[in-house]
């Protein structure tokens, strides 16, 4: 039978296993996604150098790292999505009109409804983005392509928590109520957000959205294909502050755990019956 002092012993051992397992669990913790809050953007050709102009990235003078796309999909800040009209932005013709897309010397207008061009929702500072960052505008009937990225660092048949936030927007000057959504993808694996339901003028506000995968490489592509309707009223799907974590296996947790338990239901029934024995005793 275990002492005393050996019972307390092992049962002090496995808790302080089980503990530094969990400890390591957390340590873990790492996003893989790289720059998920979108803000990490570099120009080229006739834009280098410029740190103030936003617009469509994916069409060679604009970057964002770690992430590429092909479709009509624009970088914003909530300084400057409403700053202008379908006609013209705030700085027409100079490198601050931002956003814009790639058409006459990298400025465009393609700005979304907000309470600076006439719509009814105030976007707001860089706090109101979730992560304090910028966000991704989608468009999901016109050029629609997705915006990927390729993460690594995956273990096969380990499970990962995609969490991301979301919205919904239109594009200025266009007076139709809209639907938006995002299509989601790791691999081979796909999950959908719920529809969002927009009244033409106004954003939906920011969505918070997790998702849960199974890695089957340790690399693998990660694709947000913006889904909306109706065709030639642009609805809009917003994305920012991207993240993709491991799901810890606490399972050996447990097991450490339940043995300490027992130990320590062993010592107290020891207790028990040396006192039962002394005050039989007595």
């Known amino acids: 039978m275990m002492t005393k002092a050996s ?12 503990f530094a397992f969990v400890g390591s ?7 893989l996604v790289t720059d998920g809050t979108f803000n990490q953007i570099t120009y080229s050709g006739t834009q280098a150098g410029l740190t103030t102009l936003y617009g ?7 970057t964002v790292a770690g992430w590429t796309t092909t479709g009509y999909n ?3 800040a909530p300084s400057t999505v409403d700053e202008g009209t379908g006609t013209g932005g705030t700085f027409s013709g100079q490198p601050k009109e931002a956003p814009g897309e790639y058409n006459v010397n990298g400025f465009g ?4 409804w907000g309470s600076h061009n006439g719509g009814t929702v105030a976007w707001g500072g860089a706090g109101t983005i979730p992560g304090g960052g910028d966000f991704i ?15 690594s660092g995956l273990t096969a048949g380990e499970s990962y928590a995609l969490k ?8 200025q000057s266009y007076n139709t109520n809209t639907s938006e959504w995002w299509k989601v993808s790791l691999g081979g694996q796909t999950e959908y957000t719920s529809t969002f339901s927009l009244t033409t003028g106004s954003f939906s506000g920011w969505m918070a959205d997790t998702m849960y995968f199974t890695a089957t490489n340790s690399s693998e592509t990660l694709s947000f294909m913006a ?10 799907s917003l994305l920012t502050n991207v993240s993709l974590e491991v799901i810890p296996d606490y399972s050996n947790w447990m097991t450490y755990a339940g043995f300490g338990a027992v130990c320590v239901f062993l010592e107290a029934g020891r207790r028990r019956y040396r006192r039962t024995k002394l005050t039989a005793a007595i």
């Open 74 to 76: 624009f970088v914003y």
């Open 164 to 171: 991301f936030n979301w919205g919904a927007a239109q594009q």
């Open 137 to 151: 505008a989608a468009d999901g009937t016109f050029q629609a392509g997705p915006i990927t990225q390729t993460i």
């Open 25 to 31: 669990a957390f340590a873990q913790y790492t996003n």
């Open 227 to 236: 889904g909306g309707t109706p065709n030639g009223q642009p609805p809009f």
């Open 56 to 62: 469509q990235f994916g069409t060679g003078y604009l």
């Open 109 to 112: 207008n393609q700005y979304m």
């Open 7 to 18: 019972s307390r012993t092992v049962a002090l051992l496995f808790f302080l296993l089980a």
